[in-house]
């Protein structure tokens, strides 16, 4: 059972408009949520959190915003830029959780000119 | 390097095999996570260690694979009589703090593959 739902394996955006992915989450003891965007043959690098007593979290061009009553979230990306084309994956943890982050299974953004 | 650092980057052995991964985490990262990602799958978290101790093992797929970490820096996973389902990229993380809000920082990885 998928805790963590990324339901678009991929999406294309163009260059300078907004790149928007979506998560959706099912338990609701998660409390602290997270995106990761990938490279191929490299480690996810971290982007952007976003605490459960928040609804919003800005930083330089990502935004991340949860809506918690939906057990939703997604992150905006404005301007896209080429360098965002990148698998971007959703993660979230429990409250007083001892087993890491439970991860979506990613969207690939691409970009294009 | 001032990132998390894992060796090797590629392995590839026989089955039936015994191998071993390192991950050397960021410098004053007490808490280290062992995740794998396999072929079209997000990723699986495996074990997690605050300091030098693993609170929760349950989930180590099997009882053929088995984690430490000494002197609450480096971790060794190790597998045991690999079999051809563990062909995966192994991933190692470290934060400052627990898992529940602290960013976790990945290495690039060891490409595991059983032949």
């Known amino acids: 059972d998928q805790q963590v739902k990324q339901n678009s394996p991929s999406l294309s955006v163009q260059e300078g408009r907004i790149s928007i992915l979506n998560c959706d989450y099912t338990?609701?003891?998660?409390?602290?949520f997270l995106w990761y965007k990938k490279y191929p043959a490299e480690g996810p690098t971290f982007l952007i959190s976003?605490?459960?007593?928040?609804d919003k979290n800005e930083d330089g061009r990502f935004t991340v915003f949860l809506n918690k009553s939906a057990k939703h979230l997604s992150l905006h990306i404005v301007p896209s830029q080429p360098g965002d084309s990148a698998v971007y994956f959703c993660?979230?943890?429990?409250?007083?959780?001892?087993?890491?982050?439970?991860f979506g299974k990613g969207t690939h953004l691409i970009i294009q000119p | 390097g001032a990132g998390v650092s894992q060796s090797p980057s590629n392995k590839v052995t026989e089955k039936g095999k015994d191998v071993e991964l390192r991950c050397d985490p960021i410098?004053?990262?007490?808490?280290l996570y062992w995740y794998r990602q396999s072929l079209g799958q997000g990723l699986e978290f495996l074990i997690y260690?605050?300091?030098?101790?693993?609170?929760?093992k349950s989930g180590l797929p099997s009882d053929r694979f088995s984690a430490e970490r000494t002197g609450g820096s480096v971790s060794t996973l190790t597998i045991q009589r690999t079999q051809q389902e563990d062909s995966a990229v192994y991933l190692c993380?470290?934060?400052?703090?627990?898992?529940?809000?602290?960013?976790?920082?990945f290495g690039d990885g060891t490409r595991l593959s059983i032949l």
């Open positions: 993380a470290s934060s400052l703090g627990g898992p529940n809000n602290q960013p976790q920082h």
């Open positions: 338990n609701s003891m998660f409390d602290y």
């Open positions: 976003i605490s459960s007593i928040k």
């Open positions: 993660a979230a943890s429990r409250r007083g959780g001892a087993d890491g982050l439970t």
């Open positions: 410098s004053g990262h007490t808490a």
């Open positions: 260690f605050q300091g030098n101790s693993a609170p929760d």
